[in-house]
């Protein structure tokens, strides 16, 4: 990954490939944003003048590259945009600083070093400037770059692979020696390290990721960094009476896992339990998905790679909260062996549920961990996963739905959310809803009314959540898998939604602020 440095080092004296700088959008064009004073001052005061001639706005998302003016020691000035100037000084909102310094690390893929003099006057600004250039630094390059076998025997060179992403980011304009700043760094690198992880997972293929091998990856990071780890496999499940994971992941080669997550602290006083989805491939099950709609379901574990994420970073980092996850993996696929519409499953809290639909089969997996996670008596539950074809119709492709059993709670994590930069929106939990799924086989369906259908989703969940524990349902169906071109920090495919939210929650959880 990416090195992070908290530079010493002038701009003007940092040798590297590209220093960044931040631009605003002005009325009368664009205005150089505080860190960028050096630049400014090796343009003779003009830094302003040339991007304008060069077409520059100050607009987010906008990027110029120019050769940099003597006096500076690197050879290139990346200027990036951050929207419009605040109404007050070094004023810029977190998210805009991630954006930039992201857009400018992925233009800067292939180079071994770039200064970032982005505004980091405040301990907020350095942290979002470092998180903002490590995730937009990252690239999924495991599956490209091999050997050509079909190559001259005698070629001189082999294939270069793909373009690398930037070696090392120096955060410039912070304060080195200050220990907010060195934790607020070594806190985004965590993070980010944990977040990268997850979109790997996201982006690694189906036939290399499955129930099992998921598992071993939880495994070996538990071991690392202290973690406990518990795999169920088919025959505890069995033995338990775990319906939903069975019934979803009878159909496959590739059993289902129920893995548990178990960071613990001395001086906890609140556990906070986290679940994840995490359907290695969704085909849709008997009920096939149709074509155009198969290719990227090796997204549907992004939930669970959010919970494995979240509950890792939270050990790295020695929160002072218990934060215990739950990964329901099973690959769900079509065969003599699956579930068929019309089958009853007995899930693991007693219930019996007629499945109408197997290609609403998260919420039979997720149903099984809630339950198995209530029985701990957590003082919240978070469950995260990508959902609902209906979320996604609701709130687009960036935004995700956030339903809970408690205001106060769902109104906590939103406001988390948006702190950290994840874009989201309230969802109510209509009861009228609830009516469409009953069964006259079951004690409920797997599906309910078509209209309102992620809210439909939410309430079956609710269904399996104990009684008087605060639960929120994350569904990041939209934001979880990016298939346009990249833009700010996010990539094309995984995108790692929901960590930041969940690892904030569990920062807020420890210092007793819980919501």
């Known amino acids: 990954m990416t090195a992070l440095t908290l530079s010493t080092a002038g701009a003007a004296t940092l040798r590297a490939d590209a220093l960044v700088v931040g631009v605003a959008k002005g009325v009368k064009g664009p205005v150089p944003a505080p860190g960028s004073e050096a630049v400014d001052k090796a ?149 980010v390290e944990e977040i990268n992880r997850a979109r790997d997972l996201i982006n690694t293929p189906p036939n290399d990721l499955y129930p099992e091998s998921f598992a071993a990856v939880a495994t070996a990071a538990g071991k690392e960094h202290g973690v406990k780890v518990q795999v169920l496999d088919e025959k505890a499940l069995v033995k338990g009476g775990y319906g939903g994971l069975l019934g979803v992941g009878q159909g496959s080669t590739n059993g289902p896992r129920l893995v548990k997550l178990a960071y613990t602290h001395p001086k906890a006083e609140k556990t906070l339990a986290l679940v994840g989805k995490g359907i290695t491939y969704d085909s849709g099950g008997i009920s096939l998905k149709p074509a155009g709609h198969n290719e990227t379901m090796k997204c549907d574990m992004s939930g669970a790679a959010a919970v494995f994420a979240a509950v890792i970073t939270a050990a790295r980092l020695g929160l002072k909260v218990n934060v215990t996850g739950w990964l329901a993996l099973a690959e769900n696929m079509p065969s003599g062996n699956a579930t068929r519409p019309g089958d009853v499953l007995r899930m693991y809290s007693g219930k019996t549920v007629e499945v109408l639909n197997t290609d609403a089969e998260g919420r039979l997996v997720l149903a099984d961990a809630l339950t198995r996670a209530s029985e701990e008596k957590p003082d919240a539950i978070v469950d995260v996963a990508t959902l609902t074809g209906a979320m996604v119709m609701a709130l687009g492709n960036r935004t995700f739905g956030i339903m809970a059993n408690d205001d106060a709670f769902r109104t906590s994590v939103h406001e988390i959310a948006e702190e950290v930069g994840e874009a989201s929106w309230p969802m109510p939990l209509p009861a009228d809803l609830r009516k469409g799924m009953d069964s006259p086989t079951a004690d409920m369906a797997n599906m309910g009314e078509r209209m309102g259908g992620g809210l439909v989703a939410g309430l079956f969940l609710k269904e399996f959540v104990g009684e008087g524990i605060a639960w929120a349902h994350l569904d990041i169906a939209g934001p979880a898998y990016h298939e346009g071109a990249p833009y700010g920090y996010t990539p094309k495919g995984g995108t790692g939604s929901a960590v930041r939210t969940l690892v904030r929650l569990a920062e807020r959880t420890a210092d007793g602020d819980l919501g």
């Open 43 to 191: 343009f003779d005061g003009k830094l302003a003048a040339v991007l304008a001639t060069l077409g520059a706005t100050g607009a987010e998302g906008e990027l110029t590259k120019l050769p940099a003016a003597s006096g500076l020691k690197a050879p290139v000035v990346v200027a990036v945009g951050l929207g419009p100037v605040p109404d007050k000084e070094d004023a810029y909102d977190a998210e805009a600083l991630r954006r930039a310094a992201g857009t400018a690390a992925r233009a800067l893929s292939g180079s071994k070093k770039a200064g970032f003099a982005l505004p980091a006057g405040s301990v907020e600004d350095a942290a979002a400037v470092a998180e903002g250039a490590l995730l937009g630094s990252y690239a999924f390059t495991a599956y490209q770059g091999g050997e050509n076998k079909l190559a001259p025997k005698d070629a001189k060179s082999k294939d270069s692979g793909p373009k690398q992403p930037l070696a090392e980011v120096a955060l410039l304009g912070g304060k080195p020696r200050d220990k907010a700043y060195k934790a607020a760094v070594e806190r985004a690198l965590a993070l």
